[in-house]
């Protein structure tokens, strides 16, 4: 694999943002057919190589070859020869699927007509398994994930030589990721296509990848054979040390006392129906299944999202179901959405404000914000979520995705709330920060008595940061179970198969 020539050879790349510098003069090669995996922490410069090399982002120096011909830098590549699927999805969603697909290639002229296109198109989405998605839909009515599989059929539709994805998986569920792997191997092995793959979860990049490449503030650390490399260290490479991780969460649910939240007779009618659910403060709760299983719903729900919900919702003792965020909000419930960029933050605006957005009047006297409280208590939040309390004053799209993650908890947080809604918590943060959270979660849990429901499709997350873990299947639930009672593989069955009358 590396004696072969490369297809793409990139030598000296440098990016600074005012006195930021993402890369610091990075060179990689990439090899035609090869799956190559990039790793590193948050704010490592993973990103900003990726829009280098697709000519969106003007490095300061360096070079580019493909296939053999210099590239001008700064401009984006021929779509035929490379492209990307971004972290932040690009599609749009008040256009119809087809056209999401074609938006932007080469074939598509000043009159477009989609007729000479429907069968490419549709043969691309059957391969990233969107067989029961039409293509004239229009892209709002996807799911996330759904429009995950678009952006990466938009790639392939254009038949890419290279193609780099940005964390494609962070959003879709474990039968996704195994749909979408598959796609890309056939891709490697049929079409020779190399393949660029971001991820922070390290057991894709062991399952996926030929070959890996570690960035270290903006630096190359290592780059290797995958089979060469244990998990340790990949993991020291990225982070410079060793990470703790696995551990097993003691329970700290303050039992003898009124619950947190109980649920009564709660569903949304064809969707999902919930146990009488009674979960205690101190006690983190992770809901796990598929997209769609219900238990992604129920979250949602908690939170005033999924109108059409019947059931009471009480919180310590009193009736509060929320029919809206700002009810949820009233009640002291806070919730943080997997889609950061659309729901979590607010992109233009500066970090520190974002931090505190929700809670002015903390940060306010006689009805005038303080600039010395808003930072007093941003600083706070920003050194309690591993964010450099030095970039407060910049506004959040000026982040890593990672961080801008961590802006989006640390705002739900700063609410003090007695119930605390997580969807995705950790989605593209990386292994030594993500440490940092669960720990720091577990302190609000512990020392606040916080109760903390979270959906993940990440079964190392829900193993190493819940207290009880409860499973759902085709919209009930399957088992409802002390951490410590339950695995990987039992978790995977629930959800995958349902309770054993089921499957039978
Ligand atoms: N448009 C921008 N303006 C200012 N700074 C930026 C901009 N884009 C990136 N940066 C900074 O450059 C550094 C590298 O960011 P990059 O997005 O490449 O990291 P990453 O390795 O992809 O992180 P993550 O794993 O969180 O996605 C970070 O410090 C980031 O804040």
């Known amino acids: 694999m590396t004696t072969r020539a490369p297809l793409l050879s990139a030598r000296g790349l440098k990016k600074s943002y005012g006195g930021v510098q993402a890369l610091r003069g990075m060179d990689i090669d990439l090899a035609e057919g090869e799956i190559h995996g990039l790793c590193g922490e948050n704010g490592a410069g993973k990103s900003t190589l990726v829009k280098i090399l697709g000519g969106f982002v003007t490095p300061d120096d360096g070079e580019l070859g493909i296939a053999g011909q210099i590239v001008p830098l700064g401009r984006?590549?021929?779509?035929?020869?490379?492209?990307?699927?971004?972290q932040e999805l690009s599609i749009i969603p008040h256009l119809s699927v087809i056209d999401n697909v074609m938006m932007g290639a080469r074939d598509v002229r000043a009159l477009y007509r989609r007729g000479p296109f429907r069968a490419h198109v549709r043969q691309t989405l059957d391969a990233v398994g969107l067989q029961h998605v039409p293509l004239d839909l229009l892209a709002e009515k996807l799911t996330l994930a759904e429009r995950q599989l678009v952006e990466i059929a938009r790639g392939i539709a254009r038949g890419a030589r290279v193609l780099l994805l940005d964390e494609p998986t962070a959003t879709l569920s474990d039968g996704e990721i195994e749909k979408v792997f598959a796609v890309l191997r056939r891709l490697k092995s049929e079409n020779a296509t190399t393949i660029v793959i971001i991820s922070h979860r390290l057991n894709e990049i062991f399952a996926l990848t030929d070959r890996v490449t570690v960035l270290r503030s903006g630096r190359h650390i290592l780059t290797a054979d995958t089979a060469d490399l244990t998990s340790d260290a990949l993991v020291r490479a990225m982070i410079g040390h060793e990470v703790?991780?696995?551990?097993?969460?003691?329970?700290?649910?303050?039992?003898?006392?009124?619950?947190?939240?109980?649920?009564?007779?709660?569903?949304?009618?064809?969707?999902?129906?919930?146990?009488?659910?009674?979960?205690?403060?101190?006690?983190?709760?992770?809901?796990?299944?598929?997209?769609?299983?219900?238990?992604?719903?129920?979250?949602?729900?908690?939170?005033?999202?999924?109108?059409?919900?019947?059931?009471?919702?009480?919180?310590?003792?009193?009736?509060?179901?929320?029919?809206?965020?700002?009810?949820?909000?009233?009640?002291?419930?806070a919730y943080v959405s997997e889609d950061r960029a659309a729901r979590g933050v607010f992109l233009d605006a500066p970090i520190g404000t974002n931090l505190v957005s929700q809670v002015l009047g903390r940060v306010s006297r006689a009805g005038r914000v303080l600039p010395s409280a808003v930072t007093a208590l941003a600083t706070e939040l920003a050194q309690s979520f591993a964010i450099d309390p030095a970039r407060l004053p910049h506004e959040v799209s000026t982040l890593s995705g990672g961080n801008q993650q961590k802006v989006s908890l640390g705002k739900a947080v700063a609410l003090g709330p007695r119930l605390l809604l997580l969807n995705e918590p950790t989605r593209g943060v990386d292994i030594g920060a993500r440490s940092e959270i669960y720990a720091r979660l577990r302190a609000l849990a512990e020392r606040d008595a916080m109760t903390l429901l979270f959906y993940s499709t990440d079964l190392e997350e829900v193993l190493e940061a819940s207290d009880r873990v409860i499973t759902f299947y085709r919209g009930a639930m399957v088992r409802d179970a002390a951490r410590a009672e339950v695995d990987a593989d039992s978790i995977l069955h629930d959800i995958l198969h349902g309770p054993d009358e089921v499957a039978a």
Do not use: C, N
């Open 244 to 333: 703790k991780t696995g551990e097993i969460a003691p329970s700290h649910a303050r039992v003898g006392v009124a619950p947190r939240l109980a649920l009564k007779d709660w569903s949304l009618p064809g969707r999902f129906a919930a146990p009488d659910l009674s979960v205690q403060p101190g006690e983190i709760v992770a809901l796990v299944g598929q997209l769609g299983s219900g238990a992604d719903m129920l979250l949602e729900s908690l939170a005033g999202l999924k109108p059409g919900t019947r059931g009471t919702l009480s919180l310590d003792g009193t009736e509060a179901t929320p029919r809206s965020i700002p009810e949820a909000y009233a009640a002291g419930i």
């Open 76 to 86: 984006p590549v021929d779509p035929a020869l490379l492209s990307i699927v971004h």
